[in-house]
């Protein structure tokens, strides 16, 4: 089975703080993504990659940033948190021959 | 472009009755089309997919979807629910092509299932 594992579950952060959400994927995946999930607005891609050191924007990267330096893991980087990033943010992966995506398990953040 | 409607965003069955959650789509390419659902305070886990095999597609948990390419939808069914179907189900559609094989998904249908 697709593992995909994110650093933590809950998390709680102050304003300005620098934050660091990780995903780890272990099926070799060429692709991963971060989501953020709101109520009413369903998954919005922050960023994506599809290899290593590659990173392509999505819909909402304005705040955020992303590091890919092993193929396994990626980083979705908060330069300095605002309380309107406090979200579900949802990490995947995907390989470049099949379409669906598996999903971590999510990490709730509160920026307070 | 790719787009994804979700039509409800709140549906309540009785336990035992039929579940239908609709999903209607838009694709400029043929598309793959996708079920995920999502427990509370969990990720995403993928229930059923349709990638242009036969069209109606069976997934688990006794779920199924149908493609309508006339119709454009790729409507959930699931012939009786259960306590445990309680989730929030998600519709997505890809085939925008390229490497990144990006999905598109629909804003959610949260299932409520009476006892």
């Known amino acids: 089975d697709v593992k995909v594992t994110q650093s933590s579950r809950y998390l709680v952060k102050r304003t300005g703080e620098k934050v660091f959400l990780e995903c780890v994927q272990d099926?070799?995946?060429?692709?991963m993504f971060w989501y953020r999930q709101d109520p009413g607005l369903g998954l919005r891609l922050i960023y994506f990659?599809?290899?290593?050191?590659?990173?392509e924007k999505g819909d909402i990267p304005e705040g955020y940033s992303v590091s890919r330096e092993k193929k396994e893991r990626f980083s979705l980087i908060l330069e300095s948190a605002s309380t309107n990033q406090t979200s579900m943010y949802l990490c995947?992966?995907?390989?470049?021959?099949?379409?669906?995506?598996?999903f971590g398990p999510g990490t709730r953040l509160t920026v307070t | 472009a790719q787009s994804v409607t979700q039509l409800g965003s709140h549906v309540s069955v009785s336990e035992g009755a039929l579940v239908l959650l609709r999903c209607n789509y838009s694709?400029?390419?043929?598309?793959?089309l996708f079920w995920y659902v999502q427990y509370p305070n969990q990720g995403l886990q993928l229930l059923l997919k349709?990638?242009?095999?036969?069209?109606l597609v069976k997934g688990i948990n006794g779920f199924e979807a149908e493609f309508k390419k006339s119709e454009t939808s790729f409507h959930l069914t699931k012939p009786s629910a259960h306590m445990s179907d309680a989730a929030e189900y998600f519709c997505?559609?890809?085939?925008?092509?390229?490497?990144?094989?990006?999905?598109?998904f629909g804003t959610g249908t949260l299932l409520a299932v009476q006892p």
């Open positions: 995947a992966s995907s390989s470049l021959i099949l379409y669906e995506q598996y």
């Open positions: 099926m070799d995946h060429e692709n």
């Open positions: 990659s599809y290899d290593v050191k590659m990173k």
């Open positions: 694709s400029s390419v043929p598309p793959y």
């Open positions: 349709y990638t242009s095999a036969a069209t």
């Open positions: 997505a559609v890809s085939g925008g092509g390229g490497a990144t094989n990006k999905l598109i």
